[in-house]
């Protein structure tokens, strides 16, 4: 009795386990569709990307153009990277800044930001969150940091 138990516990551990791969690709898949849009929005009329950062997004220490250089580059790369799942925990941590800056510049110039924002405002919280889980959790198998760092680290052999 107790062997059928313990594999009954093991088969749902196992699922867990094959739930857990997929959760995390999912996750950074949705977050990158997010940040690759919002790169392709910014990248495909630049020179309204640059007005915004101008006038609304004034990213404290950075001038407007390369605060939007950065912020642009930072989403088409990042997104590429949870994509692909390589340097997975960089790249959320980079998006994760970007959110941050994204909301505090807000916040400077728009005194009542959360309430203009709305549920975008609310979202970006979700961003943070999920990318915070991919930060400390990482990527996941289904990811080439899983595949590289099982194919070359000396961790355990």
């Known amino acids: 009795m107790y062997s059928r138990f313990s594999s009954g516990i093991n088969a749902i551990v196992n ?6 791969s997929l959760l995390d690709l999912f996750i950074r898949l949705w977050m990158a569709n997010i940040f690759w849009s919002s790169g392709l929005v910014k990248i495909g009329n630049f020179d309204k990307t640059l007005d915004i950062f101008t006038t609304v997004f004034k990213v404290p220490l950075f001038n407007p153009t390369l605060a939007a250089v950065l ?15 390589l340097a ?6 980079s998006l994760i800044f970007l959110t941050f800056m994204a909301a ?3 916040h400077l110039d728009v005194p009542d930001a959360a309430s203009t924002w709305g549920e975008g405002y609310l979202s970006h919280i979700y961003f943070g969150i999920l990318l915070t889980v991919l930060m400390l959790h990482g990527p996941g198998k289904l990811s ?3 595949y590289l760092w099982r194919r070359y680290s000396t961790h355990g052999n």
């Open 71 to 85: 912020a642009t580059g930072t989403e088409l790369i990042g997104a590429v990277l949870l994509v692909l799942g």
């Open 88 to 93: 997975t925990r960089f790249a959320s941590a």
């Open 144 to 146: 080439l940091d899983h």
């Open 15 to 20: 699922g867990a386990n094959a739930l857990s």
């Open 104 to 106: 505090i510049s807000y």
